[in-house]
């Protein structure tokens, strides 16, 4: 269930971990892929370790006026849409053990917000403060997002590189899907080998109705013009760099038990465990 990457071009774990250094994992995966629910699984099984999860949307450019008013034309699937050079500061600061400041992204406005420092102690506190800040050395860092493993600046500081697939949706699913969401069966392609982007269409289409506040023909125009593009011509060849990829993401429990696995072993290997329970997670879907 569990596929070691064979054209990782030798480049598996770059970056070796040292006893100072927290251990730093990448996920990526295309948009709704299980990138979330991954990381989630992951760290709800390290719970005698500090964990920072960092998403790559909180380096999202805020839009400016002149821009929102073309909302509809830009492309947040491109490289150039997230601030790398600011996202690669506060990574190596993290991974040096240093506190750093992220900001906050609202998916609705397409805005960053001012990071509130908050350092989370417990899982009933994640409920209370969604939009958190923090950060204290962590044993652990992951970093989630569409293109964490397309600059190699930041794969370099990775210790473990995760793509995210998301597997195959039953045919009956995606009829029933189209047939709540009252969209033509021109919009979610409903044949027998329905494949990984169907499957993240509709949980997308899903998704953006509900919690970022889209309706289903722009979700369904930007994916057109900009998001199954971009998966392509970005996301999927950064797949190659992928130390593991999970197929059928949060569905797939051996994969994960040994990714957990893997890094118990690597932090025990390094003298990293401490036996303190903090999660910390540092999250961009604030919601208004
Ligand atoms: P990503 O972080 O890659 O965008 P998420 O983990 O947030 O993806 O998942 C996107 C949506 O799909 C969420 O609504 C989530 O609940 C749903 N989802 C994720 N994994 C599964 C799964 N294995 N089966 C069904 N729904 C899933
Ligand atoms: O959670 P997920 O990985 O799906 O988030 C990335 C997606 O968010 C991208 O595919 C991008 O199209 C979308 N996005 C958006 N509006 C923004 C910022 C990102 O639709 N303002």
Request: charged share 20%; hydrophobic share 40%.
């Amino acid at each position: 269930n569990l596929s070691l990457n064979p054209s990782s071009n030798g480049n598996a774990s770059n970056a070796k971990p040292s006893a100072k250094q927290p251990f730093f994992i990448g996920v990526a995966g295309g948009t709704a892929s299980g990138k979330t629910t991954v990381c989630n699984m992951i760290i709800s099984q390290l719970r005698d370790q500090r964990v920072v999860l960092v998403n790559q949307d909180s380096f999202y450019h805020s839009l400016d006026a002149e821009k929102l008013k073309r909302v509809h034309e830009y492309n947040f699937d491109h490289p150039e849409a997230f601030d790398t050079e600011l996202l690669l500061s506060c990574m190596e600061h993290l991974k040096r053990g240093k506190a750093v400041s992220i900001p906050n992204y609202d998916f609705k406005t397409h805005q960053a917000i001012e990071p509130t420092r908050k350092v989370i102690q417990s899982e009933s506190q994640l409920t209370r403060f969604p939009a958190l800040l923090l950060v204290n050395p962590p044993d652990i860092i992951i970093l989630e997002g569409i293109l964490v493993l397309h600059d190699p600046r930041v794969r370099d500081l990775m210790n473990m590189k995760i793509f995210v697939d998301t597997g195959y949706l039953y045919p009956f699913v995606l009829i029933v899907t189209n047939l709540i969401l009252g969209v033509g069966s021109n919009y979610l392609a409903i044949n027998s080998t329905s494949a990984d982007s169907d499957v993240r269409l509709s949980r997308r289409i899903q998704r953006d109705t509900v919690e970022r506040g889209r309706n289903i023909e722009n979700v369904l125009d930007q994916y057109a013009r900009f998001v199954k593009p971009s998966f392509e011509e970005f996301i999927l060849p950064s797949k190659k760099y992928a130390d593991i990829i999970i197929p059928r993401g949060g569905d797939n429990d051996v994969a994960i038990d040994l990714i957990v696995q893997h890094i118990h072993t690597k932090l025990g290997q390094h003298e990293l465990c401490k036996i303190y329970p903090n999660i910390v997670v540092i999250h961009s879907t604030f919601q208004i």
